[in-house]
């Protein structure tokens, strides 16, 4: 089993945020995918399905990005997972826009999604990092994150939501391809002009 949790703030008004990228990415896997309903538990909003025949819970919590962690641990909790089961996706300031990057444990970053979970499970859970780029100085951070992409940003957000929910099975059984898969999908290699007739290359 995996708990496949998509951080952001609950409510509508939030929904196009920066901050919101985990969550929009858990959408759009739970749609793809065939997960059943979301419903209200564990301080959040869960929807079951399968990956790669893995049962998979998916967890939108609902407590307000700083209270992450009440919703995270409480699933963890209920279900008995170590932390190796617990894949949490989410916004990166620190790195560029539409760049993602898989890792398990490490800090905080700053982010107060990923802080409020440490201080419920400790930092050695997996995490799925979706680049949103700084706003160039940490002043502005607050203000950015909570903000929604602009139209320009949705040119590469919603094609690299569409590639992660696409490659998602690979989430489970291969991080380092599916890293590839999504790179692929998103710059295809161009196609080998034809050569001159009669000339034959190696």
């Known amino acids: 089993m995996l708990l496949l949790v998509g951080l ?47 049962q998979i819970i998916a967890l939108k919590p609902e407590t307000f990005m700083n209270a992450s962690g009440e919703a995270v641990a409480a699933a963890v909790r209920f279900y008995k997972l170590s932390l190796d089961d617990v894949l949490v996706v989410h916004d990166d300031i620190d790195l560029a826009p539409g760049k993602i990057k ?39 951070v607050a203000d950015y994150v909570l903000k929604n992409f602009s139209k320009a940003e949705q040119a590469w957000l919603d094609p690299l939501i569409a590639a992660i929910a696409k490659e998602a099975d690979l989430l489970v059984t291969d991080e380092a391809r599916f890293l590839t898969r999504v790179a692929l999908l998103l710059a295809p290699p161009k196609p080998k002009a034809p050569s001159d007739e009669g000339e034959r290359g190696v």
Do not use: C, W
């Open 102 to 140: 898989v890792k398990q444990g490490g800090g905080d970053g700053g982010h107060n999604g990923l802080r409020s979970i440490d201080s419920h499970l400790g930092p050695d859970y997996r995490r799925l990092r979706i680049g949103v780029g700084h706003p160039g100085h940490k002043d502005e």
């Open 8 to 54: 952001g703030n609950p409510g509508p008004e939030s929904a196009n945020h920066r901050h919101n990228a985990g969550a929009m990415a858990i959408d759009a896997i739970a749609a793809r995918h065939g997960f059943g309903h979301f419903r209200s538990r564990f301080h959040g909003k869960t929807a079951t399905g399968t990956l790669d025949g893995e």
